[in-house]
Structures are given as structure tokens and as C-alpha cells.
């Protein structure tokens, strides 16, 4: 049975920091696609980075330059390191699984078949 679990969610100021974490457990990645997501309530869930193969990482436009996706192999953990954050960052933020390589860019929530619960951010002065 496959489960990821995110952790790290909370609050945040503007231009601060906050790193996300998903436990992985019953699945082994091989190299293909995980990413993250988020969601604000009334609006679908929106591409944020995924990570293919060992290093091939592709981001939305929006946290180009200040979120950081990897990937660690030795304890089956996604990560997603976001720093200078926004408002507009504020959302649940979930993480995602697939049994293939990426396709595309890797950003559309339909190519996953794995999915967590989800860990809230809020970013606000």
C-alpha cells in the first residue's frame, strides 16, 4: 500500500522560509515522476515543481528562482525547500507519485497516480 505523508506546513512572514517534507513508504520511486502540488479552496490543483530521473527538475512559472525540489534516495523522502515566499504561496500543498517518468513538464495533477493529505502554508505579515 502506498502512502506519502507531508510535514512542514505552517505558517510563514513574507520572504521567509519553510521546507515540506513527504514520507514515502510502500513505494520505490526508480527515477520516476514526483512533484508537488497546491490548492486554494474554489480553484484546482496547480503544478509547483517535479522532479525526473535523478536530477531533471521543472518548476511553474511562479516559484521559478525560489522553491527547490529534491529528492532523497536513501530515505524515500520528497522535499520541497521554498524560500522567499508570497501571500499569493498560501494554499494546501500536496505531494505526488507516479509509476512512469514524467510526462511533459511533469505539472499536471492527472499524470499522478500517488497522492498525500496534504500540509497547509500560510504565508501572511
Known amino acids: 500500500q502506498v502512502q506519502l505523508v507531508e510535514s512542514g506546513g505552517g505558517s510563514a512572514q513574507p520572504g521567509g522560509s519553510l521546507r515540506l517534507s513527504c514520507a514515502v513508504s510502500?513505494?520505490?520511486?526508480?527515477?520516476?515522476?514526483m512533484g508537488w502540488f497546491r490548492q486554494v479552496p474554489g480553484k484546482e490543483h496547480e503544478g509547483v515543481a517535479a522532479?525526473?530521473?535523478?536530477?531533471?527538475?521543472t518548476y511553474a512559472e511562479s516559484v521559478k528562482g525560489r522553491f527547490t525540489i529534491s529528492h532523497d534516495n536513501a530515505n524515500n523522502t520528497l522535499n520541497l525547500e521554498m524560500n522567499s515566499l508570497k501571500p499569493e504561496d498560501t494554499a494546501m500543498y500536496y505531494c505526488?507519485?507516479?509509476?512512469?517518468?514524467?510526462?511533459?513538464?511533469?505539472?499536471?495533477?492527472?499524470?499522478?497516480?500517488?497522492w498525500g493529505q496534504g500540509t497547509q502554508v500560510t504565508v501572511s505579515s
Open positions: 510502500g513505494y520505490k520511486r526508480n527515477g520516476n515522476c
Open positions: 505526488a507519485a507516479d509509476l512512469f517518468p514524467c510526462n511533459g513538464l511533469g505539472l499536471s495533477p492527472a499524470d499522478f497516480a500517488f
Open positions: 522532479i525526473d530521473g535523478d536530477v531533471t527538475t
